[in-house]
């Protein structure tokens, strides 16, 4: 197979091709990036209204081969919800949330093991393996009971029980560990390096970030090529966010919108704020958060693989990153429910919280578009 791609280093100089099942860069550890020698026309946004309302009507801008098929369940294609209590309570002009609960498993999961699923069966995996904090597991366990491949997933003992329900529902071999999603990666690259599974965890590999791009290039088409001004994301491993930063390059770069990039926001909780903390020193990198104790499991991610990359999006963007304790993240979750029927993750009512906090900051200011995300299904987490 001929790749219309390759890979080059987030960290160093290095480059590869794309065959294979690429991990990290063999040079310096960090996440290989995927990078396209051409990337497609304009004229081509005129023929997407043909193509059926999924990220793969983006195939030209994702990995995926002329005559390929990919790994799908119709991943792809949320609704982009406007929320006027929330815009009448905070004094916003606009205000939408980008639902994720719509996707296949319930989360914007979807998107990113769709692609990565699609990758490692195209490079000859026969099993695959990750960590989990619930809906990686439950996205890897469907896409690769769809591809035909062995899944082993190891998730901490204390995820909720409905996700570790649903990764057994799709046939994986489910391995709970006494500790955090930490430890658990350490457990999934030893059973990698072992057996030959393919590690498919957050940045592992090049394309779960390649799936989760397509979060940006529908935002952008669903607002009519045009870029909001500031855009809240929850961050546990930062794929979704560094796939929009990567997203809105590109689609600049090819001449599809002039807009400048949204101002990035990292939302975490005070009970694991890795980004945060880095951010607030001025760090580069994160360092590991020493005891990460949050009821939203996607943010409970101590050491992410992605947090340089992270870092780097939000400053570039001019955004910021803010924590939020859990008990107030309940709060807007059960409000965004009752107030506009959106049934949200702890994760979803992470952003509400900080927007309040960031508007009474006056960082985000009244006539200001917002994007906020909500990752995933409320119901997953019960």
Same mark, same amino acid.
């Given at each position: ?193 072992? @057996?030959?599974?393919?590690?498919? =965890?957050? %940045?592992?590999? !090049?394309?779960? +970030?390649? *799936? $989760?791009?397509? #979060? ?74 020493? @005891?990460?104790?949050?009821?939203? =499991?996607? %943010?409970?991610? !101590?050491?992410? +693989?992605? *947090? $340089?990359?992270? #870092? ?71």
């Amino acid at each position: 197979m001929t790749f219309p791609w390759t890979l080059a280093c987030s960290n160093c100089d290095a480059t590869s091709d794309a065959a294979g099942l690429p991990s990290l860069c063999p040079v310096c550890g960090h996440p290989w990036l995927v990078e396209y020698p051409s990337l497609p026309d304009p004229g081509l946004r005129q023929s997407l209204h043909t193509r059926p309302w999924t990220m793969w009507r983006y195939r030209e801008w994702l990995p995926l081969a002329e005559d390929e098929t990919p790994v799908s369940m119709g991943e792809g294609g949320t609704p982009l919800v406007r929320v006027p209590s929330v815009e009448a309570a905070l004094g916003l002009k606009t205000v939408w949330v980008k639902d994720e609960s719509q996707n296949p498993c319930g989360s914007f999961k979807a998107r990113g093991l769709s692609a990565a699923v699609t990758r490692a069966a195209g490079g000859g995996a026969t099993a695959l393996t990750l960590p989990t904090a619930g809906n990686a597991g439950v996205a890897t366990s469907a896409y690769g009971a769809r591809a035909g491949l062995d899944v082993r997933v190891y998730a901490p003992d204390f995820t909720p029980p409905t996700l570790l329900a649903q990764i057994r529902l799709y046939g994986a071999d489910l391995r709970l560990i006494d500790g955090h999603i930490g430890i658990c990666g350490q457990q999934a690259r030893a059973y990698a390096q072992a @057996d030959g599974a393919f590690n498919v =965890s957050t %940045l592992c590999e !090049p394309y779960r +970030l390649e *799936g $989760k791009k397509t #979060l940006g290039l529908e935002l952008a088409e669903q607002l009519g090529w045009t870029l909001p001004g500031c855009i809240l994301y929850p961050t546990g491993g930062g794929t979704g966010l560094i796939g929009m930063w990567k997203a809105f390059d590109e689609l600049r770069r090819a001449g599809w919108i002039t807009d400048p990039s949204p101002r990035l926001f990292s939302v975490q909780s005070t009970g694991c704020a890795p980004v945060v903390q880095a951010f607030e020193t001025g760090a580069d990198a994160t360092e590991p958060w020493p @005891d990460p104790v949050t009821v939203a =499991s996607g %943010l409970r991610v !101590p050491a992410p +693989l992605g *947090g $340089k990359l992270s #870092l780097r999006a939000i400053r570039e963007t001019g955004g910021t990153a803010i924590a939020v304790p859990d008990p107030e993240l309940e709060e807007a979750a059960t409000r965004l429910a009752e107030h506009e029927g959106l049934d949200a993750c702890p994760e979803g009512g992470a952003v509400l919280s900080a927007l309040e906090k960031l508007v009474a900051q006056g960082v985000i200011g009244p006539d200001e578009s917002v994007v906020l995300f909500n990752t995933g299904a409320g119901w997953l987490y019960r």
